[in-house]
């Protein structure tokens, strides 16, 4: 599909389309954030039931073994969540630069004089899945996986 800037109604579908897509990526970003958040809570309400003096008397070699169970699966649960929330953050990137393209905002002369609305080196049509991968994911996936280990020694050992 082309644009063609006499078209009004392409224009204004293009650009809700884009408001959309940027609403997603603003909502994925958010995501990614709340999963971290989600599972830390979850390891802190764990190390906060275990270290209570008065839970702590109730706990057996039972108990420890579900509690170890809920946080191997938390591990698991928690790198696969981090995992589709960039990817669906990646896709809409993707998606998002497509939309900018075809509306012209890398061209120039188009909305601005001998000049364009984005710079071109933001033009990437490349995997958009490593963005931002090193800065964020993957120190997200490091925090939890230690929290969470951390949680599974505490387990055991208080």
Not at 46 to 56: F, P, S, Y
Not at 66 to 81: C, D, N, R
Not at 90 to 102: G, T
Not at 104 to 114: L, N, S, T
């Amino acid at each position: 599909m082309k644009f063609y800037p006499n078209e009004l109604s392409t224009k204004e579908s293009l650009l809700a389309l884009y408001q959309s897509v940027q609403n997603d990526i603003a909502f994925y970003r958010n995501w990614e954030w709340s999963i971290t958040v989600y599972y830390a809570v979850l390891s802190t309400g764990i190390i906060g039931l275990v270290t209570n003096d008065t839970i702590h008397k109730l706990i057996n070699c039972t108990a420890q073994i579900g509690l170890t169970i809920v946080q191997a699966v938390a591990i698991f649960y928690s790198i696969y969540h981090l995992h589709k929330a960039h990817h669906y953050l990646s896709e809409n990137r993707a998606l998002r630069n497509k939309i900018e393209n075809l509306l012209g905002f890398f061209e120039k002369d188009v909305y601005i004089e001998k000049d364009s609305i984005l710079p071109q080196k933001f033009n990437i049509i490349s995997k958009y899945y490593r963005f931002e991968l090193k800065e964020f994911i993957f120190p997200f996936l490091l925090f939890l996986v230690i929290y969470e280990l951390v949680t599974i020694y505490i387990i055991w050992k208080v």
